[in-house]
């Protein structure tokens, strides 16, 4: 018989949740923060528009370079929590996926956005 993702409520098993998946939820919290912080770093000398996610750019412009990326992160943040806490058979791949990601972006921001800048976007046509 095939299974299928269980949808519970919140607060279900919250404890054992938090037990079994602790160490998933503390490297994505971790790598969302070094992609936030680096995000900031970038932002504060280039400004908002070079930002490859709208939810980010958009609470750049909105709230500075700052706050912007601080508020940002929050959201995305909640948004994987409340996920996983309804689909809890997602909580590995999604945490690990975002935390790869997060991680890959954080060094990003920090070493590859002035060569990508000034090496690659020249050479774009548009």
């Known amino acids: ?9 919140a607060g279900e ?8 998946h602790r160490k998933y939820v ?3 919290l971790l790598t969302l923060a070094v992609d936030t912080i680096s995000t900031i770093h970038f932002m504060t000398a280039t400004g908002p528009e070079q930002e490859f ?8 412009y909105a709230y500075g370079p700052i706050l912007g990326p601080v ?22 791949p999604l945490f690990t996926t975002a935390s790869i990601v ?20 020249p050479w774009l046509p548009f």
């Open 53 to 60: 996610h709208p939810v980010v750019r958009m609470a750049g």
């Open 26 to 28: 503390a490297a994505f």
């Open 102 to 121: 997060y991680l890959f972006a954080g060094f990003y921001n920090y070493f590859a956005v002035d060569l990508y800048l000034r090496g690659v976007m």
């Open 13 to 20: 098993g919250w404890d054992r949740f938090w037990e079994s």
């Open 1 to 9: 018989m095939m299974r299928y993702l269980t949808i519970q409520s």
């Open 71 to 92: 508020l940002a992160a929050f959201f995305k943040a909640l948004a994987a929590l409340i996920v996983v806490l309804y689909c809890r058979k997602l909580a590995v």
